[in-house]
């Protein structure tokens, strides 16, 4: 089965500083990959997510960089705000996720003002 | 929230005992998860649902069974709770090929 790599587990920027995050994945027919932004004691909630035959997606700070012959992909959020705290989860599936995605386990995020 | 409701939100129990957990959802999407969530391990599928009684196993399916009787309604059963399924539950829905999550179920066992 598939098995993602998430890195780092902690991520500590400067308020108004990029921040990236990093997930690796094992099998090279994954083809969707979406990223998770989970506040505490919410629900993760769906923040971007892209498809193999796309190599970039940008939405407003947030971009997602994939890489399928290296199988890596990652998040960038760019001009960092408080509420960009939070747990960040990647993740990677075939066919559009209808069987489950497989997550990483996960890198929290901390903005210091 | 997709239309996903998860109940009961908290729940306390006693190791050996059954445990019922309920996701409902009202928009009639065809797929169905669970997913428990617990630190360090991200989150991890338990079971999925593509249909009405048709329901297969994930990562991490030992312990745990599901049913689906209706369209609505995704029930996952501890049949004997072991303090290691002490956890967040998860439930979720695909719609148009993305996941979305209820709020959760905090499950303890003690």
């Known amino acids: 089965g598939e098995n993602v790599e998430q890195h780092p587990s902690t991520l500590s920027v400067q308020e108004g500083d990029s921040a990236v995050i990093k997930c690796t994945y094992s099998d090279s027919a994954s083809n969707y990959f979406p990223w998770y932004k989970q506040e505490l004691g919410k629900r993760p909630q769906l923040i971007i997510d892209?498809?193999?035959?796309?190599g970039e997606k940008k939405d407003q700070r947030i971009a997602v960089t994939l890489n399928k012959t290296a199988k890596h992909f990652s998040l960038h959020i760019t001009e960092t705000q408080p509420e960009d705290s939070a747990v960040y989860f990647c993740?990677?599936?075939?066919?559009?996720?209808?069987?489950?995605?497989?997550f990483g386990k996960g890198t929290h995020l901390i903005i210091q003002p | 929230d997709a239309g996903i409701t998860q109940s009961p939100r908290h729940k306390v129990t006693e190791t050996g005992t059954p445990v019922t957990l309920r996701c409902h959802q009202t928009e009639n999407h065809r797929y169905m998860y669970w997913y428990r969530q617990d630190p360090g391990h991200g989150l991890r599928l338990i079971h999925y649902s593509y249909g009405v009684k048709d329901t297969d196993k994930g990562e991490v399916s030992d312990g745990y069974s599901v049913s689906r009787s209706k369209t609505e309604d995704f029930l996952l059963t501890l049949e004997s709770a072991t303090s290691s399924q002490t956890s967040v539950y998860f439930c979720a829905i695909s719609a148009n090929e993305k996941l979305f999550f209820g709020s959760g179920t905090q499950l303890s066992v003690l």
């Open positions: 892209i498809r193999s035959n796309v």
């Open positions: 993740a990677a599936t075939l066919g559009g996720g209808a069987d489950g995605l497989t």
